[in-house]
């Protein structure tokens, strides 16, 4: 059976491709035996394709490359911003500690000591602390971003 160029070339990126039938495979295979015109035009898809892939790869980083950048000063950012929302909440409950505190009945102790219901001195303490804590690290940071 005699099979036109035209069949072929319908089949090549198929063929090319390797999802055709073993049947279309062979079909392909014999005819390409014997027909430089068809070879020409596989190998021609062979250098299309592993080309114009190379080239996407390499537009592709391009492409990437401010997003790359973006996505770094990103993180940076998002560090610091996690920093300074920190270091708003700790103050913020301080504040808030030291408000309650002072609003909430404590009294001393005939034996001297503080009563008081919730703690709030230790928490007020506590916060301050994880305040100046995000403080220092956001100065830190800044420093480390000031001389990279
Ligand atoms: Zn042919």
Same mark, same amino acid.
């Given at each position: 059976?005699?099979i036109?160029? #035209? ?6 990126p198929l063929?090319?491709d390797? /999802?055709?039938?073993?049947d ?7 005819? %390409?035996k014997?027909?430089?015109?068809c070879?020409?035009? +596989?190998?021609?898809?062979? !250098?299309?394709?592993?080309?114009g %892939?190379q080239m #996407? !790869? &390499? $537009? #592709? =980083? ?5 997003l790359? $950048? +973006? ?9 610091s911003a996690?920093l300074?929302?920190?270091? +708003?909440?700790? /103050?913020?409950g301080? !504040?808030?500690c030291? =408000?309650a505190? #002072? $609003? ?8 001297? &000591? ?6 709030? =001195?230790?928490? $007020?303490?506590?916060?301050a602390? /994880?305040?100046? /804590?995000?403080?220092s690290?956001?100065g830190?940071?800044? +420093?480390?971003?000031?001389f990279?």
């Open positions: 059976m005699k036109s160029c #035209n069949v072929i070339k319908d089949l090549l063929y090319h390797d /999802i055709c039938s073993e279309s495979r062979l079909l392909v295979d014999e005819h %390409l014997h027909c430089e015109v070879k020409q035009e +596989l190998k021609q898809y062979d !250098t299309d394709f592993n080309g %892939l #996407n !790869t &390499t $537009a #592709n =980083i391009d492409e990437a490359r401010p790359l $950048a +973006l996505s770094k000063a990103w993180k940076r950012d998002r560090k996690f300074k929302g920190v270091s +708003l909440i700790s /103050i913020l301080s !504040t808030l030291i =408000i505190y #002072n $609003a909430s009945g404590v009294y001393v102790a005939p034996d001297g &000591t503080l009563v008081e219901a919730f703690g709030f =001195i230790p928490l $007020a303490f506590l916060f602390f /994880i305040f100046m /804590i995000s403080v690290s956001l830190v940071l800044g +420093l480390i971003r000031k990279k």
